[in-house]
């Protein structure tokens, strides 16, 4: 598709076919395209809210569908996030003058020993993409690191990452150390990280395990909701 | 503990290493066959790929091992394989019996930040590592990859000059230090050993005496 898709002028499309080239573009992981884009609905009088849901979440979620399926691999992801953080940048400012409050509040964090994070930004990315605030702590996070940003943060959600064998363990330690501080029942906790599974997540405590980030948007909310 | 013929299915990252451990011990009674080594970017289609070799070869050996670790298939492996009674190599990943669990431990702790490379991986990397993770196509997400790493460390099997240059090359171009720690095959050997040493064809006086061994 590559050279009629060179002549495509972004700005002569209407919003219908921009929104489907822009589902194409953050597919394809073309950042320049994405922001353009996101541009010329703003131009147009789109709401940055809406730009958001309809077009950069919507879009990232198609990608989503296609990395679970075995479609699309790790660098067409990163590629894609990187296209849809391109697309936020332009909006952030806009979302943080129009006051609208965030849904709920999470603490995330890749655990000690581990310093995978790739699936931990995209879950943090589509959090505030779903209007979360978001505190990522980064990786290699220790028990009290994870305890220190709790009580600071006051969040409503911990979320925490592993993608090691070895490093999945320490997700108990945290939980126990909030439990210790008779902090655990102040927040609800989200696990995930590809090795994981329901069954571990029940078994050190936590309140769910995630298997890719729509699934933590959605449990999240369900979450902070109360119908969870 | 094997008996008779042992057929054992190998990554095919660790394989030149088992048959250079068989042949230095002279096993003449275990036979190796690989898997493809790309399935390590993809975890959760080994145990099936696994256990489709089992199949497939089941009936040419009298004992099977798999010279797999759990390698991220978080307990998926296992649970192909405890059903059939067949054993695999401890530990979580590669990394971890090439050094040993302790020193692979200590590693980690020293410099949490290190990313490993075995023999394998050095002579393959452009394959596995680079194109494995699309930089060949992307060399822009190499910071997003390899940012949060201060360290490559070559946990060396043959110790060959050539292999370390290599190693030291491949640092250079992630932009990391360079580490270089010579295990030889002492730890995976150490693994091996148990399950495959006692083994072997049948003796007439031998406890495994197995009948189509005996001519
Ligand atoms: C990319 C990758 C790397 C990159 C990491 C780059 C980075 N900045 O993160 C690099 C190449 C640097 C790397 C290094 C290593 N890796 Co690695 N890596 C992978 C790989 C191929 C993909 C992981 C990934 O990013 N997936 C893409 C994202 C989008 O998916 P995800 O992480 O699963 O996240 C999704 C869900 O799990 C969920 N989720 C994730 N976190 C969270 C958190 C919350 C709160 C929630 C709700 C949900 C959630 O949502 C995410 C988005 O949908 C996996 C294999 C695999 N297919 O999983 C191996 C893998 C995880 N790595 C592995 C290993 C062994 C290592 C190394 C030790 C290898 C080495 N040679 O040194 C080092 C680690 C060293 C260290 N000190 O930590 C093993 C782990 C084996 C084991 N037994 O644990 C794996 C399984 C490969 C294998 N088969 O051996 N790795």
Redesign the pocket.
Same mark, same amino acid.
């Given at each position: 598709m590559t050279e009629e898709y060179d002549d495509i002028i972004l700005a002569d499309l209407s919003d219908e076919e921009l929104i489907e080239q822009m589902y194409d573009d953050l597919y394809d992981g073309l950042a320049d395209e994405v922001a353009e884009g996101t541009q010329i609905l703003l131009d147009r009088g789109w709401e940055a809210k809406r730009i958001l849901d309809e077009v950069l979440v919507a879009g990232m979620t198609i990608v +989503?569908v296609d990395?679970r399926d075995g479609i699309l691999f790790?660098p067409e992801?990163l590629m894609a996030a990187n296209s849809m953080k391109a697309g936020m940048e332009l909006l952030r400012p806009i979302l943080a003058d129009t006051g609208a409050k965030p849904i709920g509040k999470m603490v995330?964090g890749t655990v000690k020993g581990?310093?995978?994070?790739? +699936?931990?930004n995209?879950?943090g990315m589509m959090m505030e993409g779903a209007g979360f605030e978001v505190v990522d702590l980064g990786i290699n996070v220790e028990a009290e690191t994870f305890a220190a940003a709790l009580i600071e943060h006051r969040p409503d959600i911990l +979320?925490?990452?592993a993608?090691?064998?070895?490093t999945m363990p320490y997700m108990q330690v945290v939980i126990d150390t909030l439990t210790e501080r008779g902090l655990r029942d102040d927040f609800t906790v989200?696990? +995930?990280?590809?090795?994981l599974n329901e069954e571990f997540s029940q078994a050190i405590g936590a309140d769910a395990y995630?298997?890719?980030?729509a699934v933590?948007v959605e449990t999240a909310r369900r979450f902070v909701e109360g119908t969870a | 503990m094997a008996t008779g013929r042992v057929m054992v299915i190998a990554c095919g990252a660790i394989a030149r290493e088992v048959l250079r451990i068989r042949d230095m011990n002279g096993w003449d009674h275990v036979e190796v066959q690989c898997l493809p080594a790309g399935l390590?970017?993809?975890?959760q289609a080994i145990p099936k790929a696994v256990s489709d070799k089992i199949e497939q070869v089941r009936n040419q050996a009298d004992t099977l091992f798999v010279a797999y670790?759990?390698?991220?298939t978080a307990g998926a492996l296992d649970r192909v394989l405890e059903p059939l009674n067949i054993e695999r190599l401890p530990g979580?990943?590669c990394?971890e019996f090439f050094a040993g669990s302790e020193a692979f431990g200590d590693l980690?702790d020293e410099q949490?930040?290190?990313?490993?490379?075995t023999d394998f991986?050095v002579r393959h990397f452009e394959r596995l590592?680079i194109q494995g993770?699309g930089l060949d196509r992307h060399p822009e997400l190499a910071g997003?990859?390899?940012?949060?790493?201060r360290r490559v460390v070559h946990l060396a099997q043959d110790g060959s000059r050539s292999l370390r240059r290599q190693a030291a090359g491949h640092a250079k171009r992630l932009g990391l230090d360079f580490d270089y720690r010579q295990f030889g095959d002492g730890p995976l050997a150490a693994a091996l050993t148990p399950v495959l040493e006692n083994a072997g064809p049948a003796t007439d006086n031998g406890p495994s005496a197995s009948l189509e061994k005996t001519p």
């Open positions: +989503g990395f790790v992801v995330i581990d310093i995978h994070d790739i +699936g931990k995209l879950v +979320g925490m990452s993608l090691l064998t070895t989200l696990v +995930g990280g590809a090795p995630c298997r890719d980030a933590a | 390590h970017n993809t975890p670790a759990d390698c991220g979580a990943h990394y980690t949490p930040g290190s990313f490993y490379l991986l590592v993770l997003q990859y390899f940012g949060n790493y």
